[in-house]
């Protein structure tokens, strides 16, 4: 049976408040077992997605965590397992609902958010693309790399070229989708 | 400074949502006063600045990350109510997107950066902009991260004094006030002053270009 996605959604915001009340790793690691189980082909791909932005804060603060209780000789290994379990099971219920989720489907009784998203998420993939261009162009007119100054001055004239190429086009987007009746709800 | 989920306890963020979603509903009623049609291609810009400026991220030993926020920037162009709602919206794509903060944690960062970060910028812009709007924007948006910054570092540090467990140990967040607030503020005095010169910068070009729905006192 496959599950509509609006009602994916609104399972992936109930999951998440459910393991926050989670407070034993077992059933966090069965847990992360069974989405990995369940989640089918590309879990590792899965896991390694969820991971990648919560790795860095994870091992500063278990880090700082071990040392602490190495100084004041304290037993904090249960509580550290605990808390890393508990944010990657998370990190990958997230990346989970994003793979097989679809955004604009879940949200077809809010026609107002769903626009918004869609506009947004064109401006980022347009500031994007023309951060990629800058960098591959100025890569190609260089023989030398250029100096922090030249960088930041280039960035700066870039950057404000940038947001008038994107309020025009989204100003372009916005009329056409108007003349073709969509901001008529 | 995203909280990520998994380190606030529900005793935080549950009250934190209760609080959240009244302001949230008000921000909606005055962005449909005050955002008309040709306003909102222009906020929609912004609110993917906003997302592109907090995209770059720095992990902090505080259990959160460092970088620009950009809802400053939002607040001075588009007022404190608008600027909350879309960058809620940053906040949640950020969540969902790249994995930075977290559907749990979204209330809590949502007051933190969103609607204390904007009001704070707002209003001080209001209270310097007499004396000379570009000073105004700078100690604005600089005072406005370090207020963010601050909450969500004693909204970490609460986390170990009220969710232990029967033994002592925390159960979120491990460590407390004493190691939160310096870890996270004092990275965060950089990253204030360099979002501050960004914001001066991009409000100088919208004041140029007439995008301003905040107006500068003396130009309303």
Redesign the interface.
């Known amino acids: 049976m496959s599950l509509s996605h609006p009602a994916r959604l609104a399972l992936y ?1 109930t999951a ?2 459910a ?3 989670v ?1 034993l790793p077992v059933p966090l690691l069965v847990l992360l077992a069974s989405i990995l189980l369940v989640s089918g082909r590309g879990r590792i791909a899965l896991l390694l ?2 991971a ?3 790795f ?2 994870l ?3 278990s880090s ?2 071990l040392l ?1 209780g190495w100084l004041t000789n304290q037993a ?1 290994l ?3 397992l ?2 890393n379990l ?2 990657v ?3 990958l219920l ?2 989970w ?2 793979r097989d989720v679809d ?1 604009d489907r879940a949200l077809a009784h809010w026609p107002r958010a769903r626009r ?2 869609v ?6 993939l ?3 693309r023309l ?1 990629r261009d800058y960098r591959h162009a100025q890569r190609s007119r260089e023989t030398v790399p250029p100096t922090l100054r030249q960088r930041f001055f280039g960035s ?1 004239a870039i ?2 070229g940038a ?2 190429r ?2 025009h086009n ?2 372009m ?2 009329q056409a989708m ?1 003349s073709r009746g969509a ?1 008529d709800d | 400074m995203h909280i990520p989920d998994g380190l606030i306890s529900p005793q935080t963020y549950l009250p934190a949502l209760a609080l959240a979603a009244p302001l949230w509903w008000w921000a909606g009623r005055e962005f449909a006063g005050r955002v008309g049609d040709e306003a909102l291609p222009r906020l929609a810009v912004f609110t993917a600045l906003a997302f592109v400026l907090s995209g770059l991220m720095l992990p902090l030993p505080g259990g959160t990350s460092g970088h620009a926020i950009g809802v400053g920037m939002l607040a001075l162009i588009f007022g404190p109510w608008v600027a909350f709602l879309s960058h809620t919206l940053v906040l949640l794509l950020q969540a969902l997107v790249m994995g930075a903060g977290g559907i749990t944690a979204l209330p809590v960062n949502a007051l933190a950066m969103g609607f204390l970060g904007a009001w704070t910028a707002y209003l001080l812009f209001r209270l310097l902009s007499p004396l000379q709007a570009e000073f105004a924007v700078f100690v604005a948006v600089l005072l406005s991260i370090l207020v963010s910054a601050l909450i969500v570092a004693l909204v970490l540090g609460l986390q170990p004094m009220i969710a232990r467990a029967p033994d002592g140990s925390p159960r979120f967040f491990p460590f407390g006030w004493s190691v939160t607030v310096p870890a996270i503020l004092l990275p965060h005095l950089f990253i204030a002053m360099g979002e501050a010169a960004l914001t001066l910068l991009i409000w100088r070009h919208a004041r140029r270009r007439r995008w301003l729905q905040a107006p500068v006192a003396g130009e309303a």
């Not at chain 1, 506009?119 to 980022?124: A, M, P, S, T, W």
């Open positions: 915001l998440v408040v393991v926050t009340l407070h997605r969820a990648r932005p919560v860095w804060v091992l500063l603060m700082g965590y602490m904090v249960d509580t550290l605990l808390i508990r944010v099971v998370l990190a997230t990346a609902m994003m955004l918004w998203l506009i947004v998420r064109g401006q980022l347009l500031f994007l951060g700066a950057g404000l947001l008038d994107g309020v989204a100003e987007v916005t108007r901001l």
